[in-house]
């Protein structure tokens, strides 16, 4: 099993930047994929981003060039830099974990960026 816990949500002023971080409970190398998720009031998740265990990245359309996926295999860690947000960037993000076939999330954190 996998557990999940991301921080660093918060409410940021249109145009501004946050970093969110989700600490797993192992081995981020020993993971297939971790993504970031997005789900704003009314609207179906959204998929923002993924990186591999060996290091690839990917995003979607919405976010290229403004939000990047990193992470820190000492801390077991993987964080999203957004950077110019926008308030329809406002949503509740999760990261989720793909390990062994089965896939794990976190609680999530609510990211709220005012016009």
């Known amino acids: 099993q996998v557990q999940l816990v991301e921080s660093g949500g918060g409410l940021v002023q249109a145009g501004g930047s946050l970093r969110l971080s989700c600490a797993a409970s192992?081995?981020?190398?020993?993971?297939?994929?971790m993504n970031w998720y997005r789900q704003a009031p009314g609207k179906q998740r959204e998929w923002v981003a993924v990186i591999t265990g060996a290091g690839d990245t990917g995003y979607a359309d919405s976010v290229k060039g403004r939000f990047t996926i990193s992470r820190d295999s000492a801390e077991n860690t993987v964080y999203l830099q957004m950077n110019s947000l926008k308030p329809e960037d406002t949503a509740v993000y999760s990261c989720?974990?793909?390990?062994?076939?089965?896939?794990?999330w976190g609680q999530g954190t609510q990211v709220t960026v005012s016009s």
């Open positions: 989720e974990a793909d390990y062994l076939g089965s896939n794990y």
């Open positions: 192992r081995s981020i190398f020993s993971i297939n994929t």
